[in-house]
């Protein structure tokens, strides 16, 4: 069986983005915002043990790779609405699978 190059860019590519979605956190706050979450205290009230600092830092990173946007509104007191880009919400598609298998194979996941 021959074997297949794999292309060195492509997997750079592959890396990035395993990297930013498998970083600590970032599945959990992307989870919260598909689930309706769209409020900073929403998502901090959904995701168990994430600190205001983190989920600040998570959501300016995520916005800056364009998978979260952010937006103002000019109220008193100004309100902030998080959303799912399109990017994002792709990215969520494809993480779906990811937390079914999760939760039926726990046991696998539990292990350390």
């Not at 794999?6 to 990035?16: G, M, T």
């Not at 609405?81 to 298998?101: E, F, H, K």
Request: with cysteine.
């Amino acid at each position: 069986m021959e074997t297949q190059h794999i292309d060195e860019e492509l997997c750079r590519a592959f890396r990035r983005s395993a990297e930013l979605a498998g970083k600590k956190w970032n599945a959990a706050i992307l989870l919260a915002l598909s689930r309706g979450a769209d409020r900073f205290s929403s998502i901090i009230d959904s995701v168990e043990g994430l600190s205001d600092r983190l989920l600040a830092a998570r959501l300016r990173e995520m916005e800056s790779h364009g998978l979260v946007d952010r937006e103002v509104i000019p109220s008193t007191p100004v309100q902030i609405l998080y959303r799912l880009t399109p990017a994002g919400s792709d990215l969520i598609r494809i993480l779906n699978p990811l937390v079914q298998w999760s939760q039926r194979w726990e046991q696998v996941t539990r292990a350390e």
